[in-house]
């Protein structure tokens, strides 16, 4: 049984989110998608909201998908909840320093937990939460960034009159 945490903010969830986890369970068997809640970003979805999203987007995948929140040291974590790996989703060049950097040090804490990269999909290389954000903000069409109750939320989220973060 080999199990991987796919961490991240997912504020909120999008198509390219989706997408790794997907292509995960095609490598392993369980996938704990990993809400962090020490996140120095400014959300706009509390963690409670991203955490039912996406359990509801999963909710048909037979346990094979695991949703919580964590904080605290990364790798820690991913030893709490049996799994021996992490994934991370790669789109443009800019995202390689920031990921390699995190995927070294992560190793070197642990001494054996590996992260795997998936890169996204060329659909989805453009896909970011703050784009979907940005765009939702002002109006725009997100229907083929983000699944459809996600759009929903997002529509009452403005509706509510809520800052961006
Ligand atoms: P973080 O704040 O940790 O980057 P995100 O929710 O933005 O959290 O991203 C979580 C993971 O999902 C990261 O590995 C990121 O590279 C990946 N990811 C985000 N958007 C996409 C996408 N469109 N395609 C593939 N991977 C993505």
């Known amino acids: 049984m080999r199990a991987a945490v796919f961490p991240g903010s997912f504020d909120p ?7 790794i986890v997907e292509r995960a369970l095609t490598i392993f068997d369980r996938i704990v998608v990993a809400v962090v809640t020490q996140s120095s970003k400014k959300s706009l979805f509390s963690v409670p909201e ?8 999963f909710r048909g995948s037979g346990g094979k998908v695991e949703v919580q929140s964590f904080s605290g040291l990364l790798v820690e974590y991913v030893r709490q909840v049996g799994a021996s790996a992490i994934i991370r989703g790669l ?3 800019s995202d390689y320093d920031y990921e390699a950097q995190m995927a070294l040090m992560n190793r070197t ?7 795997f990269f998936l890169m996204a999909r060329e659909e989805n290389a ?4 703050s784009v979907v954000r940005q765009i939702a903000l002002l109006g ?3 229907s083929k960034l983000v699944p459809p109750f996600v ?3 997002l529509r009452r989220k403005f509706a509510e009159g809520r800052p961006i973060g």
């Open 50 to 57: 991203r955490l039912e999203m996406i359990s509801h987007h």
């Open 13 to 19: 969830l999008t198509n390219g989110h989706i997408d």
């Open 91 to 93: 789109r443009a060049i």
């Open 126 to 129: 453009y896909i970011s939460s």
């Open 140 to 142: 725009g069409d997100v």
């Open 109 to 115: 804490l642990s001494g054996g937990i590996e992260t």
């Open 151 to 153: 759009e929903t939320a």
